[in-house]
């Protein structure tokens, strides 16, 4: 229903399949910046067009030139689901396996929304 209003859902691996699986179409983040997610993981949404794509003023005539220099779709909506650092600090005292769950994107990406609230 959603495609049907012209909505896209960009999503990372395991989301994505999810998503997927539930019988709702979706896009891999990979098929939009042409880069796969690298180093085990680690980085997956911290990349030019998808944080573009969220920082995007829709009122900054710059911003706009930019995104279709760039081939930068705008992203209107963000939701994250963070690693559950907490959960995994009380059920393992590794110290290897906690600092894995310290999410970096999920948390670049609700900040870069937040910054970008107004849009």
């Known amino acids: 229903m959603l495609d049907k209003l012209g909505v896209r859902i960009l999503s ?6 999810f998503i997927v699986q539930n019988g709702f179409p979706a896009e891999t983040v990979q098929s939009l ?7 085990g993981g680690r980085v997956k949404t ?6 573009g794509g969220i920082l995007a003023r829709l ?3 710059s911003d706009q030139h ?3 220099e760039y081939h930068i ?13 907490e959960e995994t ?3 393992n005292s590794e110290e290897g396996e906690i600092i894995e769950k310290i999410d970096i994107g999920g948390i670049s990406l609700i900040r870069a929304a937040a910054k970008n609230y107004q849009e």
Do not use: R
């Open 12 to 17: 990372t691996g395991g989301t994505y399949d």
């Open 33 to 39: 910046t042409g880069f796969p997610s690298i180093l």
């Open 46 to 51: 911290l990349h030019p067009v998808i944080m």
């Open 59 to 61: 009122d900054n005539e």
């Open 66 to 68: 930019q995104l279709k």
């Open 73 to 85: 779709p705008p992203i209107d909506l963000v939701i994250v689901d963070l690693y559950p650092f």
């Open 89 to 91: 600090v009380k059920l």
